[in-house]
Nanobody, 123 residues
């Protein structure tokens, strides 16, 4: 059964950096688009970033490009989210996700989801 397991969350101060990792046990991993969503308390789930199956194309949520960077390692079946200049409003549970359809990936209608990792940014 396919699994996505996130790690790397924690408590940091505003301005710090954090790198999230996601280990994926998905068959045909290299053919899947991968991404990150987040959900803050009392708010709806929000798209953060996605990277296509080839690693060539990436896409970011509003105002995140330039601070957040998504990457993948197909050989290790890993996807990463580098988060820089963190702000208190980045506080949320971050979810790793995968789907073989790019449109579904961006819409959050994805086949696979991890359990999430908490990121808390203090001011």
């Amino acid at each position: 059964q396919a699994q996505l397991v996130e790690s790397g969350g924690g408590l940091v101060q505003a301005g710090d950096s954090l790198r999230l990792s996601c280990a994926a046990s998905i068959e045909f991993f290299s053919s899947y688009n991968l991404g990150w969503f987040r959900q803050a308390p009392g708010k709806e789930r929000e798209f953060v970033a996605a990277i296509d199956w080839s690693g060539t194309n990436d896409y970011y949520g509003p105002l995140l490009k330039g601070r957040f960077f998504i990457s993948r390692d197909n050989a290790e079946k890993m996807v990463y989210l580098q988060m820089n200049s963190l702000k208190p409003e980045d506080t949320a549970i971050y979810y790793c996700t995968g789907d073989d359809n790019w449109g579904q990936m961006l819409a959050g209608m994805n086949e696979y989801w991890g359990q999430g990792t908490q990121v808390t940014v203090s001011s």
